[in-house]
T-cell receptor, first 114, second 112 residues
């Protein structure tokens, strides 16, 4: 059984470029979460979806960040334009709310903005 | 807003000793408390969890205790091994089961 899938695993881009991170949750899960992890701030929740609907995006740092979930098996996190301070590891996680609510994390995308 | 405080930030123990990590939460409506282990360069992975209707749970060398009145919960690792070295995160989940607030993490070093 495949876990949460994220792509790309590594992304290096230049300041000002658009970055799109992708996530495929575990099949059957109905909640999806995007996190950012840095040494300074730890693990921060950016946004989460329930049944493809954004529930809370209060963690999204700026208007440069946007996230979509067009269907139950796919979500994107977009940064436009990117800045060096966006460099971090971005994790996607999914869970089944009617179950334990345990979140299962993807392998993460390491983003470096030069 | 909701907050989870985790202590200590760094913990160093000798192999075979016990390690204890403590967390407190602010939202009294929280009812699910997972613990995650993150090895270097890898994803956080669930190692144990506890619900608010239970005071203690054990899985081999790992145990978690919960004091809802004091809003404290703790992770206990006994007979530590070098492979236990990692960052451990506690978390608290709201009653809706949607939003999980993570602690800042504890970096555990187990010296052989």
């Amino acid at each position: 059984d495949a876990g949460v899938i994220q792509s790309p695993r590594h992304e290096v881009t230049e300041m000002g470029q658009e970055v799109t991170l992708r996530c495929k949750p575990i099949s059957g899960h109905n909640s999806l979460f995007w996190y950012r992890q840095t040494m300074m701030r730890g693990l921060e929740l950016l946004i989460y979806f329930n049944n493809n609907v954004p529930i809370d995006d209060s963690g999204m740092p700026e208007d440069r960040f946007s996230a979509k979930m067009p269907n139950a098996s796919f979500s994107t996190l977009k940064i436009q334009p990117s800045e060096p301070r966006d460099s971090a590891v971005y994790f996607c996680a999914s869970s089944l709310i009617q179950g334990t609510g345990t979140q299962y994390f993807g392998p993460g995308t390491r983003l470096t903005v030069l | 807003g909701e907050n989870v405080e985790q202590h200590p930030s760094t913990l160093s123990v000798q192999e075979g000793d016990s390690a204890v990590i403590k967390c407190t939460y602010s939202d009294s409506a929280s009812n699910y408390f997972p613990w995650y282990k993150q090895e270097l360069g890898k994803r956080p992975q669930l190692i144990i969890d506890i619900r608010s209707n239970v005071g203690e749970k054990k899985d081999q060398r790992i145990a978690v205790t919960l004091n809802k009145t004091a809003k404290h919960f703790s992770l206990h690792i006994t007979e530590t091994q070098p492979e236990d070295s990692a960052v451990y995160f506690c978390a608290a989940t709201d009653t809706g089961g949607f939003k999980t607030i993570f602690g800042a993490g504890t970096r555990l070093f187990v010296k052989a």
